[in-house]
């Protein structure tokens, strides 16, 4: 957009704020951007209402010229769909394929629920499910609420987007602001690698060890004169403490409390108390009944 500002000297200057492209004075609403071809890489865009030019996102260049308005449909919305990393397209409660040298539009699911009305954008697009692939919310009869989800198989294996900030704000956004898709902080193309996993979110692990009575026990039933526990926990093994004994497991996945029996590591005739704890502070507290 064209504006005007004041510079250190207080003079009026006049500049262009766009880094690509024509000003035209108008609203281009509806106008797309997404990952739409793998003929070019990175994210294409549509252009104003009166040309019929695709852009790179990445250069600014035109890339080509369609027989459609805008260079790419008015609407048609990038979404993770598919089994591939490139963008299909929604464009209300329709979603559609993108050809890869026209940028035309061909149906690939018409879910026959309402979107938000004429602005063409569903009720909500989001990665709810978990699989990096994206969900649409949309309006059902009977005012109720479909989530349509893909049976698409892919070979891609991609943490939930959620896990991304930009992206779950985004999300957030487009509940409580203006109505717009959101985009991930990271590339997503089949012509490219595969982003690396970031190091700087956490996500909590609440799951407790798993703690099963090894076969070679001898007693049934929570009483035992020699009992072998085998532990596991996905997150990691810290450490064991029987009756307030306690041994340190090294960050395991895999452990095995072998023989415990009376007078041995603070086995007791009696009742007995182990706890297990995972390196997230998880704990799984196992009590037993030793005998002679």
């Known amino acids: 957009m064209k504006g005007k500002r004041l510079d250190e000297n207080g003079e009026v200057v006049y500049e262009n704020s766009l880094p690509w492209g024509v000003y035209q004075a108008s609203d281009d609403e509806g106008?797309?951007?997404?990952?739409?071809?793998?003929?070019?890489p990175g994210a294409q865009a549509g252009s104003g209402a009166a040309t019929r030019?695709?852009?790179?996102?990445?250069?600014?260049?035109?890339?080509?010229?369609?027989?459609?308005?805008?260079?790419?449909?008015?609407?048609?919305?990038?979404?993770?769909?598919?089994?591939?990393?490139?963008?299909?397209a929604v464009n209300g409660a329709t979603i559609n394929t993108i050809n890869d040298l026209t940028f035309a539009p061909s149906s690939y699911l018409a879910t026959g629920m309402t979107s938000t009305g004429n602005k063409s954008t569903p009720t909500l697009k989001a990665d709810l499910l978990g699989d990096w692939r994206e969900e649409l919310?949309?309006?059902?009869?009977?005012n109720?609420?479909?989530?349509?989800?893909?049976?698409?198989?892919?070979?891609?294996?991609?943490?939930?987007?959620?896990?991304?900030?930009?992206?779950?704000?985004?999300?957030?956004?487009k509940n409580n602001g203006y109505d717009q898709m959101g985009f991930a902080s990271f590339y997503l193309g089949d012509e490219a690698e595969l982003p690396s996993m970031r190091t700087d979110i956490l996500v909590p692990d609440t799951k407790k060890?798993?703690?099963?009575?090894?076969?070679?026990?001898k007693g049934e039933d929570g009483v035992y004169s020699k009992v072998s526990f085998k532990l596991f926990d996905a997150g990691k093994i810290d450490k064991v403490v029987l009756n307030g004994v306690e041994e340190d497991l090294a960050d395991r996945t895999t452990a095995v409390v072998n023989n415990l029996q009376v007078g041995k590591f603070g086995g007791k005739a009696g009742s007995n108390e182990l706890k297990v704890y995972d390196v997230a502070g998880n704990v799984t507290i196992v009590t037993f009944v030793l005998v002679k």
């Open 31 to 40: 106008s797309v951007a997404g990952n739409f071809s793998n003929r070019w």
């Open 144 to 173: 109720r609420l479909g989530i349509i989800t893909t049976l698409a198989p892919t070979e891609y294996g991609i943490r939930t987007l959620m896990h991304d900030p930009m992206y779950r704000n985004g999300v957030a956004n």
């Open 53 to 88: 030019e695709v852009r790179s996102m990445v250069t600014g260049e035109i890339l080509t010229t369609t027989n459609t308005a805008r260079g790419i449909a008015q609407g048609q919305n990038a979404i993770w769909f598919g089994g591939g990393l490139t963008h299909m």
């Open 209 to 217: 060890p798993t703690v099963t009575v090894m076969p070679s026990s």
């Open 137 to 142: 919310v949309l309006r059902a009869s009977g």
